[in-house]
């Protein structure tokens, strides 16, 4: 399980360029932040007022008034920049973003993206997702392929949307598909899977790259 | 000069049953809680509250929940506060209050939009869900964009770092979050805060809620452990 | 001359009240701050990005960084805050300026204003005005009631208007006019002229206050 | 890290003629100088400048109008530029310059509305006048509101008073004015700083341009002597 997330997140860090402004969801997408490789340096932004995010804080050395957007006391870096949630997402909104990768509940053929309630069941609410999907230039999602074998990446969403097309690229333990104009493209693999046990797991149609990478390479 | 310190208590006196109610803070971050226990221990009724989130069990807007004084919350994300996150068939409505979600970004936008008088923002996000359902889009260049209306309030609870004697206010780290955009977006505004300072004791380039906004000031805030 | 700006400026500075953050514009209603009554105390807000304005700097204590709304050397009041243009026209727009004190070039008597140009001849722009006269809970505008004893007081306004219907209040060296829903109403008067001089300067029926005060009292 | 230190020189080689370019400043105060200065012994045509103003005669954007470089200014006040304020019948247009007046506090929320992704912004202000011809109105709660489009550029010059290496600025006083938003709103943004410092020199708590919308630094800012 460690290892599926491992996979995930040190593949999500290879979409970081040298000076990205990057926000990481809760969870995974927040590992990405270890797997960084050398001489590409990005800076997190937290939507709840920070740009310069560091790693969770030392136990005890927490400093009260600085936590990340999932409420979990962190650190600031050298350089880092404290602002209001008006500027933050004036910052999110505006495209100021470069990346920002998160979880989903669903994704659909079409970049459709749903991640913030399950009516009647599970309503925490959006926060900031809306916002981040429409407004950063690159939107990652990053999540295991199935929920415990049920498919999340259909061919049309059928829980309440987060946003309509939105979504370029899904990076999963299994592979790394992208968006198209004729729907999930399979560009790289995990070679501990194959193409067959990726449809299997996937509720739309795959087409598959003529030049399938090594998600792992 | 007018005096605007007051205790707690003297500060929510004016706060009555049906208000409409700004909370700072972000998961508790920025939330003046000395302020919520003394609307708590007020009892004041059928509120409406307006914050980022829902607080958490307990702590923030989560105790005015609790208590059973709101009718409605207004927010972007009840998640933190597990007695709201988790609604199920059988309990569709815990405390029978009526919740509004809006995207994070939105909510901010349109608490300055009432600050800063202007008529609503022109937003893409949330077109094409169920955010956008019965409001008016509107076409610039082309491009369609959801109009949201601004959200105001009778009272902003708010909280600070510091603040002087005339309502200067410094936040501190992340726990500026929404307390800037609430103090300018309605009519009486209560700040608490951690100090208390002489008016020339802070750089008045480094203000972030400059004094005009702030009606009441309560001290002794103290630090938020979550 | 300068009697007739200090009658008009002092006047002016009557109507503010305890805690009022007022914008003044340049010129005569600038003068109102030195005429401020004791116990009055108030916030000046100037639109480039100040509360808490204070009086113009001595010679050779200028501040570079420290202008008012007329590109001038002013110095700052203990517990000033400097802003942004963006913030400075959010207060100024939301309605948190109390009182706003401009001149004119004209005013009609439905409280329509013009005093940003004459069109082929001078069009230095509005600036803030017409955000000021638009935002603020109270206009008044403070001016020689005459132009060289061309008319300025109208019953409609010839020239480009700054704001439809925003003037509530005239303060002249002649005296203190209202707009009301019949036009100019004549509440106060300055004892050095009668209310017939001050209907020949005025190019609109006047009504007169059933209690006429004396302005200078 | 990206190196962002350049000299003025090298900071403005990227403006070619035809450009769109915010210049930071209210009357002079907070223009960054340096900047201008490079950009005319460039000599990039046919610019579009937005500005508050028209800086003063011989300074700002002056020194812009005066090399015959703008082919439109877009500016909210031009009175303290004499050589511009003052248009007669005879000069109707003088350095054949188109200009564009905007309300100030529209301008300001205009450039803000680019830089944060909004479609534009719905204001009272300019209502029955002028500057409402021809443009769409939208009605909120009843109310009327004049639908302003965004104001964006290729290019903000942007003055601050001290900076870090990574690109975090600090203005002072009435200096700060338009260039936090142009910040926002521009493709490339250019800043010159008096004094520029180690990155962590800075306390994040009082940065008021974060360093990701800063595209290159030039040091050496003199302070402005009007």
């Known amino acids: ?217 | 000069m007018k005096n605007k310190i007051v205790t707690a208590e003297q500060a929510v006196e004016c706060i009555g049953d049906g208000a409409v109610i700004m909370v700072g803070g972000f998961a508790s971050i920025g939330t003046p809680e000395e302020l919520i226990d003394a609307l708590v221990k007020k009892g004041s009724k059928d509120l409406t509250i307006i914050s980022c989130d829902a607080g958490r069990a307990g702590l923030g807007v989560g105790k005015l929940l609790r208590n059973g004084q709101v009718k409605k919350l207004i927010a972007s994300h009840v998640g933190l506060n597990s007695e709201v996150a988790y609604r199920t068939p059988d309990q569709p409505e815990i405390y029978n209050v009526e919740y509004v979600l809006v995207p994070q970004g939105t909510l901010a936008e349109c608490i300055r939009a009432a600050g800063c008088g202007l008529g609503g923002i022109l937003t893409p996000v949330g077109l094409g869900t169920a955010v956008a359902e019965g409001k008016e889009t509107v076409m610039v260049k082309g491009k369609e964009y959801l109009l949201e209306e601004p959200f105001s309030a009778d009272f902003a609870l708010i909280r600070g770092s510091m603040a002087d004697q005339a309502g200067n206010v410094i936040y501190n780290m992340t726990a500026r979050n929404f307390n800037t955009v609430m103090a300018m977006a309605a009519e009486h505004v209560i700040l608490c805060a951690e100090e208390i300072v002489e008016i020339g004791a802070i750089d008045p380039n480094h203000v972030m809620t400059p004094a005009l906004f702030i009606d009441s000031i309560v001290g002794g805030a103290k630090p938020c452990r979550i």
Chains 1, 3 share one sequence.
């Open chain 1, 1 to 217: 399980m460690q290892d599926i997330k491992a996979i995930i997140a040190s593949r999500v860090a290879k979409e970081f360029r040298d000076g990205d402004t990057v926000n990481l969801g809760i969870g995974v997408p927040t590992m990405a932040a270890d797997f960084i490789p050398q001489g590409v340096d990005i800076m997190l932004q937290s939507e709840n007022g920070l740009l310069g995010l560091g790693p969770a804080s030392a136990s005890g050395e927490e400093q009260f008034d600085l936590v990340n957007a999932g409420g979990a006391y962190v650190t600031a870096t050298p350089g880092a920049a404290f602002f209001d949630s008006v500027m933050s997402f004036g910052i999110i909104r505006g495209g100021h973003v470069d990346v920002t990768v998160l979880g989903a509940m669903e994704v659909d053929e079409t970049g459709n993206l749903a991640n913030w309630c399950i009516p009647g069941k599970f309503v925490p609410g959006m926060g900031g997702a809306m916002d981040l999907v429409v407004g950063a230039k690159k939107v990652i999602i990053a999540m295991q392929h199935t929920n415990k074998g049920k498919h999340k990446l259909l061919k049309k969403c059928t829980l309440p949307l987060t946003a309509v097309g939105v979504v370029q690229m899904i990076i999963t333990e299994m592979g790394v598909l992208e968006i198209t104009e004729e729907g999930f493209l399979l560009t790289e693999i995990n070679p501990d899977y194959t193409v067959e046990q990726i449809r299997a797991a996937t509720g739309a149609e795959i087409k598959v790259s003529g030049s399938l990478k090594d998600m792992t390479a």
